[in-house]
């Protein structure tokens, strides 16, 4: 999938989760934190980039596999993606 199409489908991803978001807004945050907070454990102290917190929206809409990709893309090992976007959709 080309970088662009991608970067669409999350910012789509996004902006339909945020919008859906005032109606969810407590479990949400806390799932969405959940799969921040596994990829700052990998990062070991840093802080997420927006990338990744974008991906974890992503994720939180049940789009795991595109959660996946984006995480990917932000240097994630693959193990600690998919945890991560599982505890998003959840």
């Known amino acids: 999938m080309r970088v662009s199409t991608r970067l669409a489908s999350v910012l789509t991803g996004l902006a339909l989760v945020l919008g859906g978001a005032a109606v969810v807004a407590p479990a949400a945050h806390a799932d969405v934190n959940t799969c921040i907070n596994l990829v700052e454990r990998e990062l ?39 945890a991560a976007c599982r505890a998003a959709a959840e």
């Open 44 to 82: 070991r102290g840093g802080e997420a980039p927006e990338a990744v917190r974008a991906a974890c929206y992503v994720g939180l809409s049940g789009a795991r596999d595109e959660c996946v990709a984006g995480l990917a893309e932000s240097n994630m090992t693959h193990k600690t993606a998919v």
